[in-house]
């Protein structure tokens, strides 16, 4: 680990601390070494418009890790498979995996690069549970997955359109959001697909509005 992630250590256990994660610090190193991934291939890779590893820590590593203990309580010990759709640099797909060595995670992007990318580091950081998928996520085969996730991918109409097919029977898809869309939680009105659940996210050493909406289909009463 260079200096200038170790530096990040302090900062990793208080935000794990702030969102009751504080027993995962045994996963700091894994945390940490994926930032660096992240920061040395940014460049060739073109893996987000952060450049700089501070602002990384903060709006890509904390952000991400703020979804795993809703996921956690809502899969409640049980065996779990993860879809990240539009994973980019593998969040929160790659996080989600260091977090949950049990759970099998697949990220999907349409971008090669950013598949490559998250082979690299998925080996680099010896996370057998992490695969990565180069594909457009309407045209792949279902992965029947029981979390279908995506951080700032698309619309929600858009999101269900495209990725529901990848979810298990009794799985939920999980949209990572900013402020609460409340257009994009109307327009889903006119879908077979609800909002279940919101979760409003306090991202540790950040300000911005978060939340985290569950989705699922609606009940239907037809004969």
Request: charge should be neutral; glycine fraction near 8%; hydrophobic fraction near 45%.
């Amino acid at each position: 680990m260079t200096a200038d992630f170790s530096e990040f250590r302090d900062r990793l256990y208080a935000a794990l601390a702030a969102l009751n994660m504080a027993a995962g610090a045994d996963r700091a190193d894994l945390l940490l070494g994926y930032l660096q991934q992240l920061q040395r291939w940014n460049k060739a890779y073109n893996l987000t418009a952060i450049r700089q590893p501070a602002e990384m820590l903060v709006q890509h590593l904390f952000d991400s890790l703020t979804v795993v203990p809703i996921l956690r309580r809502h899969r409640a010990g049980r065996d779990t498979s993860v879809a990240d759709m539009g994973s980019g640099g593998g969040l929160p797909g790659i996080i989600l995996g260091i977090c949950e060595p049990g759970w099998q995670v697949v990220c999907v992007d349409a971008v090669g690069k950013k598949t490559a990318f998250i082979r690299q580091a998925a080996g680099v950081l010896g996370l057998s549970n992490v695969r990565a998928v180069h594909g457009r996520i309407e045209t792949l085969d279902s992965l029947q997955a029981d979390i279908v996730v995506s951080r700032a991918f698309a619309s929600l109409q858009d999101f269900v359109q495209v990725s529901a097919h990848h979810c298990a029977p009794g799985g939920a898809l999980w949209a990572m959001k900013g402020q609460y869309p409340e257009n994009e939680v109307d327009a889903l009105k006119s879908t077979q697909w609800m909002v279940r659940s919101v979760a409003h996210l306090q991202v540790p050493e950040m300000s911005a509005q978060r939340c985290l909406l569950e989705l699922g289909l609606k009940e239907t009463h037809d004969a």
